[in-house]
Structure formats: C-alpha cells, structure tokens
C-alpha cells in the first residue's frame, strides 16, 4: 500500500515540493562555499513529481517513495560535484532496514526473494525475512562494488566506480535487498554507458557522474521489478530467435566493444587518472573546510 492514498495530481505537486526542497538542500549537503541553488533548470523538482505520480498510479508501498527521495538526492549532488555524501547513503542504510521489516512488500516483490527465503528454511511473509534480505541486500551491495573495483583497476588501471556509488547501492540494497542489488546494477551498467558516451562526446572528458545512471536503476527495479524481470525474459528469448549467425555477430560485436572500452582505458590510464585528479581538486576549492 502507499504511504496514504494519493491522487497523480496530488503526488505529483509534493513532488514538486519535496523536489524544491531537495535542490535548496544540495549545497548544504555537499558543504559547498555558494548557497546558491545548484541547478538552472529545476530538473529536481520535476523528476520528484513524475516518479511520485507514478508511484501513486501503481499505489507503490511508502519505502518506494522514501528511497526515491533518496535517489534524487543522490543524483543531485553527484551532478553537481562528483560526490555522494554519506548523510544520504549511509543514512539511508538503517532506514531501509526499518522500512523493509515495517513494510515488507517492496522487498517481497523483487523477483527470486522468495526461493531464497525457502531455500534457507525462512518464512516468506515474515517480517524478519524481510529484515535478513535487507540486510543482506546492504552487505552484497558494497561488495560487489568492492570486488568491480579490485578487477577494474587490475584490468583496467582506472577506478570502475567510486565509494559514494558503492554505498549508494548498499542502501539501495537496503531497500530493494540482494536480488535488488544485481538488477540495479546490471541496469545502471547499460544507462551509465548511454550517459558516459554522451558525456565524453560532449565534454571529452571520461570522468562522469555514474551516481545518476545508478539511480535510475534502481528506481525502475523498485518501481516494477516484476516488469523488468518480464521484459529482460522476453528480450532473451527473442533474441534466441535469431539465427545461429546473426546470434554469433551480435555477442562478437558486443565482446569487441568491451575488449576495446578495457584496452582504451588501459592504454590512457595515466591520462584518465590525471583528469580524475584535477576534477576532484577543482571540486575540493568549492568545499568548506
């Protein structure tokens, strides 16, 4: 159930309120020397809308609502300054505990949460089964990020992704717990290229937010994980549809375009490093001390 029954029109202008709130609070919560709001457009505040109007189109339980408010944030700040603060990720660890053992349902309606309650002799439909998927959503969550890195940087050179992203997806793991986690993050793979490529080509420069891709995500798992389960084993079989050769051209295709993202990376790792460098330095001059 939702948090209190809400018309989209009604949800849509708190989410203009709460978006409103949001944008003023970023400077705040990066602890940026400039007030001022952080955004030209008030992007913030119509993204809140739209996603609360959908949430109350499908009558979504209130912790959807709670981590999208965190989601926004999150990519706000990262937008911003290339930096997720703590108070938001690791603040949000604890509540989607809490939220998930109060109101179990979001955690519940991720896909295979239920086999693995009954294959480790758990309940389902008790809340504290809720809670352990929470917890352990939070826990995989950070080490998958941790074990990407690890391989990353051995293959790569560079940094994969950031610590803030890494606690980013512990609490969305907290809230949409470990079945949650590996939808989310093989999504925000699939956005965070579409947005990397754009952004490089735009800026030429290869250090983007990833913290927004990831976002994404991991609020169009919470909002219809069933959905995208559905739509993932459809694409599948669709694609198994396609002739031996035509299957064959189009993984060869998509194999090559990793080697040559891996052996791209490798071979200007110095130069990525030294970009990465400079931005954050630039970022540290905005930041009280």
């Known amino acids: 159930m939702a948090v209190w029954p809400l018309s989209a029109w009604t949800a849509a202008a708190l989410g203009l309120v709460l978006g409103h709130l949001l944008r003023r609070a970023v400077p705040r919560l990066l602890r940026l020397r400039d007030p001022s709001l952080p955004f030209r457009y008030p992007w913030p505040e119509m993204l809140c809308a739209l996603a609360f109007s959908l949430l109350a189109a499908t009558d979504a339980p209130w912790p959807a609502w709670w981590l999208t408010l965190v989601l926004v944030a999150a990519s ?20 989607g505990f809490l939220a998930s053992y109060l109101e179990p349902t979001l955690v519940r309606a991720v896909p295979l949460h239920d ?14 089964t809720a809670l352990l998927l929470s917890v352990a959503g939070a826990v995989f969550g950070l080490s998958l990020v941790w074990a990407l890195r690890v391989v990353f940087r051995a293959i790569a050179s560079v940094e994969a992704m950031g610590w803030g992203d890494a606690k980013l997806l512990a609490a969305t793991g907290a809230f949409l717990g470990p079945v949650g986690v590996v939808l989310t993050l093989a999504l925000s793979f699939f956005l965070g290229t579409l947005h990397g490529t ?38 599948q079989s669709w694609l198994f549809t396609l002739p031996l050769t035509a299957l064959t051209a189009v993984y060869s295709i998509l194999l090559a375009f990793v080697v ?18 400079s931005d954050y330095a630039a970022i540290e001059s905005e930041l009280e001390e």
């Open 76 to 95: 706000a700040c990262d937008l911003r300054s290339k930096l997720i603060p703590d108070v938001l990720t690791v603040g949000a660890v604890p509540t």
């Open 115 to 128: 086999l693995l309650a009954i294959q480790a002799g758990l309940s389902f439909r008790d809340s504290s």
């Open 260 to 277: 040559y993202l891996l052996w791209r990376l490798r071979r200007k790792s110095a130069e990525y490093e030294a970009m990465i460098e």
């Open 198 to 235: 754009f952004a490089t080509l735009r800026t030429g420069q290869p250090h983007f937010a990833f913290g927004p891709s990831l976002a994404l995500a991991a609020w169009c798992v919470a909002a219809g994980s069933e959905h995208l389960m559905e739509g993932v084993g459809r694409f």
